[in-house]
């Protein structure tokens, strides 16, 4: 091996290692913190090994009904965003090229717009309607951006469907609405299923937008905010712990699934 190649083998590997500490050394440093007996979020110092805050995090009842809200959401959103985000993505792939750019601008423009603003704006319009905060306005002030990630994942995935086998299919005598069912939902469900999860995600971590438009109501984010200037316990590390390890099964199942389901089909060919 040249030494050129060993070197950028070295510092490739160096990239790597560095990378993925960045990504999980907090996270290890946050699961770390929950068995430690400070009652303050740290390793350091280690003031023994506890399973405690498991059993506080079990008897905080403020943190549950605040988690199952942020669930409540997370749902609708879901519910809201799909099919709206599908729709657009569609309407986005079938028109010109020189229509698609000004419109694909207005689509995703609410990406650009800070949360607050959108939080703020929501509230000021649906109080003119006589709807105060609370779980739906949560739900529409979410929903106006989470939707452009929606569309742009199902976009992306559109890109690579080939249109010709439409055509077949209308061509022997299959209605549109067939089309869309048999042909072009199964070719779209992965992404379906990554918006639908994604959506899930920034639906439960915003902060900025919810802050404005919960009413009374108080999901996760904003009760670990409140936490935070009150006296936070490693309790919400056990929770996120709790949190983070559901995850991580969650994807070995679903990959675990999905390469078995990929087997089938090649014994099947």
């Known amino acids: 091996m040249r030494a050129s190649d060993a070197i950028r083998n070295a510092l490739f590997a160096l990239y790597f290692v560095a990378f993925f500490a960045y990504l999980f050394l907090p ?71 020189k229509a698609r750019g000004p419109l694909y601008a207005v689509m995703v423009s609410p990406l650009l717009t800070p949360g607050v603003v ?48 439409e055509e077949a299919a209308l061509g022997l005598g299959a209605s549109k609405f067939m089309v869309f069912r048999r042909v072009l939902l199964p070719f779209l469900k992965p992404a379906l299923i990554a918006a639908a999860f994604l959506a899930i995600l920034q639906s439960i971590e915003n902060y900025n937008t919810t802050l404005f438009v919960r009413g009374f109501d108080t999901p996760l984010t904003v009760y670990i905010a409140t936490k935070v200037r009150t006296g936070l316990t490693p309790a919400v590390n056990a929770l996120a712990l709790i949190m983070i390890t559901a995850s991580i099964l969650g994807a070995i199942a679903y990959e675990g699934l999905r390469r078995r389901e990929a087997r089938r089909k090649a014994n099947l060919a």
């Open 27 to 97: 996270l290890g440093i946050m699961g770390a913190a929950t068995f430690n007996e400070s009652r303050f979020p740290t390793v350091t110092p280690w003031q023994g090994t506890t399973l405690q805050w498991f059993n506080e995090l079990w008897a905080d009842a403020a943190m549950w009904q605040s988690l199952w809200t942020s669930v409540v959401i997370a749902f609708f959103v879901v519910l809201v965003s799909l099919p709206i985000g599908t729709a657009a993505a569609l309407v986005l792939t079938s028109l010109h090229q």
């Open 118 to 165: 959108i939080g703020i704006a929501t509230l000021v319009l649906w109080r003119q309607l006589g709807v105060g905060g609370g779980v739906f306005l949560i739900v529409v002030a979410q929903s106006s951006y989470i939707i452009c990630y929606v569309m742009l994942m199902i976009a992306a995935r559109l890109q690579r469907f080939d249109r010709t086998q």
